[in-house]
């Protein structure tokens, strides 16, 4: 009956149940099914049916002509089935979970994730209190993420029947209301993992996971609308399994407990807790977990210095983005931590220099995984070092869904705009910013697309980077907007001072015209040397790109004149290559 009803529509469906038998797969041995599993006596004992392209109705008659079998199941698996859904009125999700878990008394693993089909399009409660009164008492892993579950959760549901559940996850439903909870009779939790991410849960986090649980391994309630503070989840003697905490996107308050971080979490892989309004100072040790591979602190307002005691060795990511930290913003474990590929630490008070990352034989002696680096919008100071062109980040090849980053932008950086980043200019794979910052005038010829302030290191003034440098080196105090009062012309005075007396100089009007005129003069022969320059630089900038796209030879370029233009170049390489240049094609990092 269980064939015919949700397996008979597609001959692509149920295909281990028909390989079974391919003459009649309603006659199957369901011992001999992949995926299924029988006691000595030939009783099924598991059903793996994740993922056959079921197509059928949960309701009550099929349930009632499968539950022989359901009856001894003690596995049952419906994952993935895109067409297994429940009846499509009001209450037919928890309708169909409460007879699935009568009719299964033994069950011990129940999953259906994903495909959301316990959604029966209504805004009823799907775990009602009759479901948790079938909930079998034999219980250990209950996972429906994404199985269209709505409405709240009845307190204490799971536990207060299946004391020794492990495992429970309701991530990416609808659920709202409270978390679960513990029993307050139940002294002790067997649960390794409960994940309820990712639905709309409010209220606080219960104390009872964090003291009641001590087989602990992950527990995950990110994007919920949780409130208050952070239970003293982990440490060594409470939680010493734990391995993943994840409460990112939520409201939560105060501080992160210290058990969460250094040697109290010695088997934490994974501390998320970005996006809250935690406070206070993170411990010197917060990078140094023995096994911590993520460290996800951002979007906080964290206070205090970036973490200076230590790094895990096999510390991947970490981010501090937009806190309120000060200080330095790369001590020396940050540098050194040897598998770091990821760091975000945008957004905050930092100052302090970029490192020189290399050793005397121009070895990467820093940041030596590093790919991806945020330190915007700081207060860093000093240059941009010429050996960070090493990093690995320019040496590899990034991804187009998480491409290599450099972002130094919006600092107090000074300097030399680093002018080797221009090679990088075309990549897909790997992005830079350095704007927002004071590097010296002039900009390099190949950074000028960038539009680039500059500050004139004589003079320490501002400017647009394609403006000339001032004739004074400096701001100029005369009356000519960048032009020295002690290089005009000395016309002497109108006020009889001169040698011959008032007649034999000039009036003060007529100076004060004459002036106005040089000043006007000036000023047009000074935007005539910006827009000329401006011009020759991006067309130089042009033709030195469309020399690079054609892998010319220095040789190859002069001889096409001084006053080739890009035009040219390109038209040259579609005499090379044929239409479009596709031979040309890739340069430096592109395919060969």
């Known amino acids: 009956a269980f064939f015919d009803a949700c397996c008979a529509h597609s001959t692509d469906a149920c295909k281990p149940w028909r390989q079974a038998n391919t003459s009649d797969p309603r006659s199957a041995d369901a011992c001999r099914v992949r995926g299924f599993l029988c006691d000595a006596s030939g009783a099924v004992t598991q059903m793996s049916l994740s993922f056959y392209g079921l197509e059928c109705e949960l309701s009550d008659a099929l349930i009632a002509a499968w539950a022989p079998a359901l009856a001894t199941t003690t596995r049952l698996f419906l994952g993935g089935n895109v067409g297994l859904t429940a009846p499509q009125v009001s209450g037919g999700g928890a309708g169909a979970l409460e007879a699935l878990f009568l009719a299964a008394p033994a069950m011990t693993h129940f999953h259906a994730e994903g495909k959301g089909s316990f959604g029966d399009g209504g805004a009823s409660d799907t775990i009602t209190d009759a479901v948790c009164a079938a909930v079998p008492t034999t219980l250990a892993s209950l996972k429906l993420e994404g199985a269209g579950l709505v409405g709240e959760v009845p307190r204490d549901c799971f536990f207060a029947r299946a004391a020794d559940v492990r495992s429970v996850n309701l991530a990416g439903n609808a659920l709202r209301g409270?978390?679960?909870?513990?029993?307050?009779?139940?002294?002790?939790?067997?649960?390794?993992?409960?994940?309820?991410?990712?639905?709309?849960?409010?209220?606080?986090?219960?104390?009872?996971?964090?003291?009641?649980?001590?087989?602990?391994?992950?527990?995950?309630?990110?994007?919920?609308?949780?409130?208050?503070?952070?239970?003293?989840?982990?440490?060594?003697?409470?939680?010493?399994?734990?391995?993943?905490?994840?409460?990112?996107?939520?409201?939560?308050?105060?501080?992160?407990?210290s058990t969460l971080f250094g040697e109290e979490a010695e088997h934490l892989d994974t501390l998320n807790v970005t996006d809250n309004r935690l406070t206070g100072a993170l411990p010197a040790d917060a990078l140094a977990g023995a096994r911590a591979r993520v460290v996800s602190l951002a979007l906080n307002a964290f206070t205090g210095a970036v973490p200076s005691s230590g790094a895990s060795s096999k510390l991947i990511f970490a981010s501090l983005a937009r806190n309120s930290l000060t200080g330095d913003a790369l001590p020396a474990n940050v540098q050194t931590a040897p598998s770091l590929r990821y760091l975000y630490l945008e957004g905050n008070l930092l100052t302090g220099t970029l490192p020189s990352v290399t050793n005397s034989q121009i070895d990467l002696a820093k940041f030596k995984s590093l790919s991806r680096l945020n330190l915007a919008g700081n207060a860093l100071s000093g240059s941009v070092p010429m050996d960070h062109q090493h990093l690995l980040m320019w040496k590899t090849w990034g991804s187009s869904?998480?491409?290599?980053?450099?972002?130094?932008?919006?600092?107090?950086?000074?300097?030399?705009?680093?002018?080797?980043?221009?090679?990088?200019?075309?990549?897909?794979?790997?992005?830079?910013?350095?704007?927002?910052?004071?590097?010296?005038?002039?900009?390099?010829?190949?950074?000028?697309?960038?539009?680039?302030?500059?500050?004139?290191?004589?003079?320490?003034?501002?400017?647009?980077?394609?403006?000339?440098?001032?004739?004074?080196?400096?701001?100029?105090?005369?009356?000519?907007?960048?032009?020295?009062?002690?290089?005009?012309?000395?016309?002497?005075?109108?006020?009889?001072?001169?040698?011959?007396?008032?007649?034999?100089?000039?009036?003060?009007?007529?100076?004060?015209?004459?002036?106005?005129?040089?000043?006007?003069?000036?000023?047009?022969?000074?935007?005539?040397?910006?827009?000329?320059?401006?011009?020759?630089?991006?067309?130089?900038?042009?033709?030195?790109?469309?020399?690079?796209?054609?892998?010319?030879?220095?040789?190859?370029?002069?001889?096409?004149?001084?006053?080739?233009?890009?035009?040219?170049?390109?038209?040259?390489?579609?005499?090379?290559?044929?239409?479009?240049?596709?031979?040309?094609?890739?340069?430096?990092?592109?395919?060969?």
């Open 178 to 257: 409270a978390v679960p909870s513990v029993p307050a009779t139940l002294a002790s939790l067997k649960l390794d993992q409960l994940v309820i991410s990712h639905n709309a849960f409010n209220g606080t986090i219960p104390d009872a996971y964090a003291t009641k649980a001590p087989h602990l391994v992950v527990f995950d309630v990110s994007e919920n609308r949780l409130e208050g503070g952070v239970p003293g989840f982990g440490g060594r003697s409470n939680q010493p399994g734990l391995f993943s905490f994840s409460a990112g996107g939520n409201a939560l308050t105060g501080a992160v407990p």
């Open 401 to 592: 869904s998480l491409p290599h980053l450099y972002d130094v932008s919006d600092n107090a950086l000074t300097g030399p705009a680093p002018e080797w980043m221009a090679r990088h200019r075309y990549r897909s794979d790997a992005s830079f910013d350095i704007a927002g910052n004071a590097f010296e005038c002039p900009i390099p010829i190949a950074l000028q697309y960038l539009d680039l302030a500059c500050v004139d290191p004589d003079a320490s003034s501002d400017g647009p980077s394609d403006l000339p440098l001032r004739p004074d080196g400096g701001n100029g105090n005369g009356t000519t907007p960048g032009f020295p009062s002690s290089e005009l012309v000395d016309l002497g005075e109108g006020d009889g001072g001169g040698s011959d007396g008032g007649d034999a100089g000039i009036s003060r009007a007529a100076r004060s015209a004459l002036a106005a005129f040089g000043g006007t003069l000036f000023l047009s022969l000074v935007v005539a040397r910006v827009v000329s320059g401006h011009l020759a630089r991006r067309r130089e900038a042009e033709r030195r790109r469309a020399m690079a796209e054609l892998e010319m030879t220095q040789a190859e370029f002069d001889a096409l004149g001084a006053w080739a233009t890009a035009e040219d170049i390109d038209w040259e390489r579609d005499r090379r290559f044929g239409d479009g240049g596709e031979g040309g094609q890739g340069g430096e990092y592109g395919p060969k």
